[in-house]
């Protein structure tokens, strides 16, 4: 009888893929769905949640067809700067406004790396927040307050 190989990563991976799809999936249900010409607030989210899903399966499938590499030590810098950007972003763009929210954002995010130097690191948040007015704000015409009401005395 033959063994089969198992790549746990990315059988996990996959696992996670298809748990996270299967979420947003039971969460649109709720939704009206609508058709593809005339689409309701659940029908693009279902689309993602369905894609999401059927990658994960696609991955967990591959994950038995191939020996892979163990898990390696987790990067915790990167969990600890990468994961809490967002949700500062989430929670400060309306008090602060676009440009500091996403000029902080960035700043967060830039600090995973260990590599980063504290100038580069300002250098390219300015960038970003820069590049993000000059897409979302000038050439989307996109109405949001560029400075906030926490800024304002």
């Known amino acids: 009888m033959r063994s ?7 059988a996990l ?11 947003f999936i039971y969460q649109c249900l709720g939704l009206e769905l609508g058709t593809a010409f005339r689409m309701g607030p659940g029908y ?12 994960g399966c696609v991955i ?9 590499e163990p ?12 994961l809490p950007a ?14 500091p929210a996403v000029f902080c ?19 390219v948040s300015a960038g970003l927040a820069i590049f993000s007015v000059a897409v979302f704000s000038y050439a989307l015409g996109l109405p949001f307050q560029r400075f906030g009401p926490w800024l304002r005395f």
Do not use: E, Y
């Open 44 to 55: 693009f989210p279902l689309m993602l949640a369905l894609i999401l899903t059927f990658l």
């Open 105 to 123: 954002t960035a700043l967060i995010a830039c600090f995973a790396s260990q590599r980063m130097k504290p100038l580069t690191a300002l250098i």
């Open 86 to 99: 967002p949700i500062f972003f989430g929670l400060t763009v309306r008090g602060l406004g676009f440009v």
């Open 4 to 10: 089969i190989a198992f790549d746990t990563t990315n």
């Open 13 to 23: 991976c996959g696992a996670i893929l298809i748990a996270t799809g299967g979420f």
């Open 60 to 68: 967990l499938v591959q994950s038995a067809r191939v020996k892979g």
């Open 71 to 82: 898990l390696g030590p987790i990067a915790w810098r990167g969990v600890f700067f990468i």
